[in-house]
């Protein structure tokens, strides 16, 4: 298995408040994505990144930002949580183009 | 509008016989394609996959067949097992987009003993 560690797993929070979630992996893989999934949706991609400091916005970036400061590390930040992204958080990884993401095993995010 | 669609939101299939998930495509510039699978409360786990210049993969159980004409691919898995029951995702790529996935819904896979 790939090794990417998404955390925490589950949270809880009130609207208003921001939040971050992480994603780390042990690859070295120069690709690194955040997607969130709803029912009826497949995945959709919020924000991704192709290097340190290089991040660029994906289809669903409104009200989310990124950084990744270190190769390993992948941070999703909602600065102000609202209950429409409520929703499971996916990370994922690639190495070369036009080889498979690998996927983390997602963050359950509520917000109430 | 959707690029990736999975018109089958779930599909039952005895097993021992074979399953075909389907999806379809609009944009013709996709040439990179893939099927993943996902357990309840795990990421998806990446399956097979298929560039536009072949019409087949296969690997073990798993086939997947490609129309480009008609912009429809198929996955195959011959014979069907308990454990093969999951969500399948369809995902579609282009060079040009640096191979970023575009996802269809899923399809449920329900295999019955």
């Known amino acids: 298995d790939a090794g990417i560690t998404q955390s925490p797993r589950h949270k809880v929070t009130e609207t208003g408040t921001p939040v971050t979630l992480r994603c780390h992996q042990t690859?070295?893989?120069?690709?690194m994505y955040w997607y969130r999934q709803d029912p009826g949706h497949g995945l959709r991609l919020i924000h991704y990144?192709?290097?340190?400091?290089?991040?660029d916005k994906g289809e669903v970036s409104d009200g989310y930002s990124v950084s990744r400061s270190k190769t390993e590390d992948f941070l999703l930040t909602l600065e102000s949580a609202t209950s429409s992204q409520t929703s499971v958080y996916f990370c994922?990884?690639?190495?070369?183009?036009?080889?498979?993401?690998?996927f983390g095993d997602g963050t359950r995010l509520s917000i109430l | 509008d959707q690029q990736v669609k999975q018109n089958s939101p779930s599909l039952s299939v005895q097993e021992g016989r074979i399953s075909i998930l389907n999806c379809d495509y609009t944009?013709?510039?996709?040439?990179?394609f893939l099927w993943y699978k996902k357990y309840p409360a795990e990421g998806p786990t990446f399956l097979i996959s298929?560039?536009?210049i072949k019409d087949k993969n296969e690997d073990g159980r798993f086939t997947v067949f490609l129309n480009k004409s008609a912009k429809h691919l198929s996955l195959h898995i011959v014979p069907s097992q308990p454990g093969d029951s999951a969500v399948y995702f369809c995902?579609?790529?282009?060079?040009?987009?640096?191979?970023?996935?575009?996802w269809g819904a899923g399809t449920k896979l329900i295999i019955k003993p």
């Open positions: 994922a990884i690639r190495g070369q183009e036009n080889q498979p993401q690998h």
């Open positions: 690859e070295n893989h120069r690709y």
């Open positions: 990144s192709y290097g340190v400091k290089d991040t």
């Open positions: 944009n013709s510039m996709f040439d990179y």
């Open positions: 298929i560039s536009s």
């Open positions: 995902a579609a790529s282009s060079m040009d987009s640096n191979y970023q996935l575009i």
